[in-house]
Structure formats: C-alpha cells, structure tokens
C-alpha cells in the first residue's frame, strides 16, 4: 500500500464526509493505493456514526474508537500504530489542512528521500493570538531541537516514511515535537513544504492557550529526556559536585578566617553568627540532594525498558 492518511479528530462530525472525498478525489486522480485511519478520540458527537457509515461504503475507511478522550498524541499513536502504508500522512480533520498536499508530500518522501515533511502555514487563517505565540514557539523549537530549518512544528499535516511512524512513541502532548523525536530516534533527513490552511469550517479549535505554557514545558522535558534520559547522573552529578564543592570551601573559608582572628587577638564572631556559614550550608546540602537525585535517577533509567532501544537500521 502506497499511503495511510492518519487522521486524529474529535467532535469534527461535519467535516468527515467532505474530508472524505476530498481525500479520496485526490488518491483516485494519483492512482494511490491508500488507506484512511480516522482515530475518534472520544467525541461526544456522531462522529463515530459517521466513520462507520463511511467504513460500510468504503474499504479505505478504518477507524479506532477511544472511550474517552485521551488527546492528540494519543490519537496519533495508535494511528501510527495501525498504519500499514509506505509513507504516512497525518492531517486534522477539521478541513484547515488541504488533501491536495498530499502527492508532493508523497514524492518528497519516497523521490527526494526525505524520512519526514512537516507542513509550513505560511499564510495562516487563525486569530492573531494565535500565530504570534506561535511564532515564538517555534523559534524555541528550532533552537532547543537543533531542526534549523522547520518553521512549523506543530502544523497537522505531516508526512512520513514508514519507518519513522514505527520508531516513535507520541505520548502526552508530544504531537507538536515529532520533528525533534524523530530526530532523537536518528531521522535526520527533515524536510518542510509551505502547505494552504484554510480557515476552520465547521466546529472550534480543541486547544486553549494553554498549549503555549503545556508546549514549552513538554520542550524543557524532551530536551533533558534526549540528553540525559539515559545518564541523569551526568546532569545531576554534576550541578551537584560543583554546589557542595563551592559550599565546602566556603566554609573552609568562614572557618580558616575566624581561627585566623582568634590566632592574631582581632575581633571575631561566633561562626554561626555569619550569615555566609547559611549560605555555605545552604549550597552544601542542595548539592548533596542533587547528587541523591542523580543516583536515583540513574536507578530508575536502569529500569527503564528502553534504555537499550537502539534505531538499528541495517545489520549484515
Ligand atoms: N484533536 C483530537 N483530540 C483532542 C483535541 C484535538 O483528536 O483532544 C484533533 C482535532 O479534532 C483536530 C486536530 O486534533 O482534527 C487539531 O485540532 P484543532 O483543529 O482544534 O487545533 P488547531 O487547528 O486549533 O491547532
Ligand atoms: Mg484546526
């Protein structure tokens, strides 16, 4: 099979059949062999009922039912999961990302030899409150993953070589840094193709602007999780020696001075009476609790089941 067009939704009942046939005018016109993974993320609405439909009618249609609503990355995996297509398409669904991308996507993957092609929005029709945090978001993006040239990493309309979609886990709210995991899972050959997006039709968008603040944050974890998932003792250890050390000899410091006094006859005070003697504790103990978490750290990434998950690409 040529293409799996992953599409993750929620309460976008509306906009499904009309998706549909947009997909399929366009996969009929290419002679595509493809298939359609709508994943229902728990919508209260008939969008089931309606992927049912489409499934009766068509063989392309398959269709995941979550019970309840888990999220977007959510969604995905399990789209992923099932997606039995050379190169993977996913889209929203709620009609903002255009099928007609879907042949160029397809032959940057399997011509140009891309392993992903993220969509670009350059001329966005969302509200102004949107595209500007976007902006900044993005320019974070580009500098923590180190992908240079992306400027849109979280746009929905994405395409992938079949094997970057099996190497991934999305998880949480992972869906806006693909890119960057797929990068973390050695897929380095990223590419980018400016898409049309159009204004939503029906429905309304899903996320608040809290996904901002909840964005930056998951960016701070990938960060760590890529460098020092593996060896937190590495962070932790380190920060961690150079506090206490630093707090040590300040100490040495505060003592050395006094005994000095008291050698020559000046005016000394008690140690406990200098403010530094707080400080110099203070750092002594947060360095030996950041040494603590780095041991405990190290335990729990010996435990982890994927600690010796390597992306073996060939093997003779
Ligand atoms: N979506 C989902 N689960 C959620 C939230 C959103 O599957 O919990 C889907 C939604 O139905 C749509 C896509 O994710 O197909 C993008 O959502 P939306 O259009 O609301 O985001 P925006 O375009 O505002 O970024
Ligand atoms: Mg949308």
């Not at 298939?35 to 392309?60: A, C, M, P, Y």
């Not at 901002?212 to 590495?234: A, C, E, Q, T």
Request: aromatic share 14%.
């Amino acid at each position: 099979m040529d293409i799996s067009v992953v599409i993750p939704l929620y309460n976008e009942e509306e906009s499904l059949p009309e998706l549909y046939a947009w997909i399929q005018r366009v996969m009929e016109a290419n002679g595509f062999s493809y298939e359609v993974i709508f994943v229902n993320d728990g919508s209260t609405d008939r969008s089931w009922n309606v992927i049912e439909e489409l499934s009766s009618k068509h063989e392309q249609v398959k269709g995941i039912k979550f019970r309840r609503n888990y999220g977007k990355s959510p969604a995905l995996f399990c789209g992923f999961k099932k997606a039995e297509g050379d190169v993977v398409i996913t889209m929203d669904a709620d009609l903002q990302d255009s099928p007609d991308e879907i042949p160029e996507l397809y032959r940057m993957i399997t011509v140009e030899g891309y392993d992903l092609v993220s969509g670009y929005k350059k001329k966005r029709y969302d509200p102004l409150s949107k595209t500007i945090p976007t902006k900044l978001f993005n320019a974070t993006a580009r500098a923590v993953s180190g992908i240079k040239n992306l400027h849109d990493f979280n746009c929905g309309l994405k395409a992938y070589r079949k094997e970057v979609v099996k190497s991934i886990e999305v998880y949480g709210e992972m869906h806006r840094y693909i890119p960057y995991l797929a990068k973390t899972a050695g897929f380095c050959k990223i590419g980018e193709k400016v898409v049309h997006h159009q204004a939503r039709k029906y429905g309304t968008t899903k996320f608040g602007l809290n996904r901002f603040v909840n964005g930056y944050l998951d960016l701070i974890s990938l960060w760590f999780l890529s460098k020092f998932g593996i060896k937190p003792m590495h962070i932790f250890g380190l920060l961690g020696s150079v506090m206490f050390i630093f707090g040590f000899i300040a100490v040495v410091i505060i003592g050395v001075h006094k005994l000095y006094a008291m050698y020559c006859g000046l005016p000394y005070i008690l140690i406990t009476d200098s403010p530094y003697f707080y400080l110099a504790l203070t750092t002594m103990i947060l360095g030996t609790q950041l040494f603590l978490a780095g041991f405990l750290g190290e335990m729990i990434a010996r435990n982890a089941p994927e600690r010796n998950n390597y992306n073996i690409e060939k093997e003779l």
